[in-house]
């Protein structure tokens, strides 16, 4: 004997329709109490901030314009804006960038590229770090203030 509940798809798929349906009250009785919390899912991670991509596009988009011109690509110097861009993308990707390695995300000669560290470094935009394990070696990074102008400036 069939009811129209039961013959309904949505109830053909349900085990608690018609005539084997249990009360509830007896299958809350049957299983026994969670001793646990649920299980939290974790949510995707977020990609990274829309400044960080931002950042990275048009550091790239530099390095190809340097490459297109080549030896003409100072024509379009901004070593120090260059240098902000990939500590700026160092810091987010958690990075050491050495001074060396500084003064060759400028575009511009090495001389050139020490001056800007110093000219930072002055104004407060980027910090030098001795190297624990070299001496001879110095690190530079962003300060904070750095960081949140670059942010803004890529809004």
């Given at each position: 004997m069939?009811?129209?509940?039961?013959?309904?798809?949505a109830?053909?798929?349900?085990?608690m329709?018609g005539?084997?349906?249990?009360?509830a009250?007896d299958?809350?009785?049957?299983?026994?109490a969670?001793?646990?919390?649920?299980?939290?899912?974790?949510?995707?991670?977020?990609?990274?901030?829309?400044?960080?991509?931002?950042a990275r596009r048009?550091?790239?988009a530099?390095?190809?314009?340097?490459?297109?011109?080549?030896?003409?690509a100072?024509l379009?110097?901004?070593?120090?804006?260059?240098m902000?861009l990939d500590?700026?993308?160092?810091?987010?990707?958690?990075?050491?960038?050495t001074?060396?390695?500084a003064?060759?995300?400028?575009?511009?000669?090495?001389?050139?590229g020490?001056?800007?560290?110093?000219?930072?470094?002055?104004?407060?935009?980027?910090?030098?770090i001795?190297?624990p394990?070299?001496?001879?070696?110095?690190f530079?990074?962003?300060?904070?203030?750095a960081?949140a102008?670059?942010?803004?400036?890529?809004?």
């Open positions: 069939s009811s129209a509940i039961i013959d309904s798809p109830a053909r798929h349900d085990p329709a005539d084997a349906a249990a009360p009250a299958i809350d009785a049957a299983m026994p969670a001793e646990t919390e649920p299980a939290v899912v974790d949510a995707a991670p977020p990609g990274p901030p829309p400044s960080l991509i931002r048009a550091f790239a530099r390095r190809r314009r340097q490459q297109v011109f080549g030896d003409r100072d379009f110097g901004e070593p120090a804006w260059d902000l500590l700026y993308i160092a810091l987010h990707e958690d990075k050491p960038v001074v060396s390695n003064c060759l995300s400028s575009g511009a000669a090495t001389t050139t020490l001056r800007w560290v110093a000219t930072l470094a002055e104004r407060g935009l980027v910090e030098r001795p190297d394990k070299d001496g001879r070696r110095y530079v990074r962003l300060t904070a203030e960081s102008l670059v942010e803004r400036a890529l809004e």
